[in-house]
């Protein structure tokens, strides 16, 4: 039995608000926001991070996946994705994601 909350999340054992869905992937807002738009992209199958081998189809599955976000989420006039890797990136959930933040102007740092 997997212990991961977001493999629960891509099962539908744990309910979140689905904003696109796949085979491979699938987009839900984040519990948290911190933007208007905050929304994450995650494969199915579990990777812990980007750097766990992912697949490029897998890759390309995420990318589509974001396009689909954009474009559900009306953010024609841009929009900023992350992925957090380990403890000094401060990923705090060890299944690969992809934040999707947009909605207002994030300015131009980074952090
Ligand atoms: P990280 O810091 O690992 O890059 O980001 C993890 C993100 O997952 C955080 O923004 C957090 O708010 C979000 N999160 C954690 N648990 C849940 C959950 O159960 N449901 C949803 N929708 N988001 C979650
Ligand atoms: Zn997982």
């Not at 991070?49 to 689909?68: F, K, L, R, S």
Request: aromatic share 6%; charged share 20%; hydrophobic share 40%.
């Amino acid at each position: 039995m997997c212990d991961c909350i977001f493999c629960k999340i891509a099962n539908h054992e744990i309910p979140s608000t689905v904003v696109y869905e796949d085979d491979q992937v699938i987009a839900f807002d984040d519990l948290n926001p911190q933007a208007p738009v905050h929304t994450l992209v995650i494969p199915k199958k579990h990777y812990s991070d980007i750097a766990d081998n992912v697949p490029a189809e897998t890759m390309g599955a995420m990318a589509h996946a974001i396009q689909e976000v954009a474009k559900a989420k009306g953010l024609e006039d841009g929009f900023r994705v992350i992925s957090n890797k380990g403890v000094n990136a401060g990923q705090t959930v060890m299944h690969f994601h992809m934040h999707i933040l947009g909605g207002k102007n994030l300015g131009e740092n980074l952090i």
